[in-house]
């Protein structure tokens, strides 16, 4: 079966300090990988995206995310947290092909808190 | 350049009664998808409609629909509402519905409680 893992419910981190969301995925061939922040009560806000080429990946407010194909995963980073990066985070995938489209593959979430 | 618009933001229905959210997608975006998302099953693919057909459906059953207009807005149905129908419901636009250039942008979503 195709599936998105997210191995951690929770990350814990001081503002200032890295932070890493983890991400591997069991998808056959060759799937776009992205990476969505949702706050309460809201929609997801998209962070960045892998289709192909680098392997890190720079996105929105300061998060890049590195692709590793031979171990499947697709992990978060951010060289320094900040209180407001306190959210809920998600993984995705999406098979190519005609049957696939539209159609994402999501991780159950990872809570990011970053505490003062 | 406006965003996804989601109507209504909540929603309160009772058990065996339908109901019909909208999604206006953000202007030229063909592709609609809608997601449902609860504590226990996360984030679930419903369907996604691209040039008012529907290209791609999820695991639900027939209790939900949807549709998509000539100007690219969809909506979903759903009839006969159970408690467990009681979710936030996404939708996401794109392009092509591939993802690839420009991603998928969300919407806010619709908060619908069933009592």
């Known amino acids: 079966a195709q599936s998105v893992a997210q191995p951690e419910d929770q990350v814990n ?3 200032g300090n ?3 969301v983890k991400c591997t ?13 949702q706050y309460p009560n809201r929609g997801l ?16 407010y300061g998060f890049e995310a590195e692709f590793n194909k031979s171990q499947t ?5 951010k060289p320094s947290a900040l209180v407001s990066d306190s959210a809920l985070y998600f993984c995705a995938v999406r098979r190519l092909g005609s049957g696939n489209t539209g159609k994402l593959i999501f991780g159950q979430g990872t809570t990011l808190q970053v505490k003062p | 350049k406006a965003g996804v618009t989601q109507t209504p933001r909540y929603l309160i229905k009772t058990r065996g009664q339908q109901v019909t959210l909208s999604c206006s997608p953000i202007s030229g975006h063909r592709s609609v998808s809608w997601y449902q998302q609860t504590p226990g099953q ?36 759903v009839s ?26 969300f919407g806010s979503g619709t908060r619908l409680t069933i009592v």
């Open chain 1, 73 to 77: 995963s697709f992990h978060l980073k």
């Open chain 2, 80 to 105: 006969t509402l159970e408690l467990g129908d009681s979710a936030l419901y996404l939708c996401a636009s794109s392009p092509d519905g591939t993802g690839g250039n420009y991603g998928y942008t």
């Open chain 1, 13 to 15: 981190v001081a503002e």
């Open chain 2, 42 to 77: 996360g984030l679930q693919f419903l369907f996604e409609y691209f040039s008012e057909t529907q290209r791609n459906k999820g695991n639900f059953p027939g209790r939900f629909s949807g549709r998509q207009f000539s100007n690219s807005r969809s909506e979903m149905n």
């Open chain 1, 18 to 20: 890295p932070l890493t």
């Open chain 1, 45 to 60: 806000q998209f962070l960045l995206k892998y289709i192909t080429g680098d392997n890190l990946v720079k996105g929105s």
């Open chain 1, 25 to 37: 995925y069991s998808v056959s061939g060759n799937p776009y990988l992205f990476w969505y922040v």
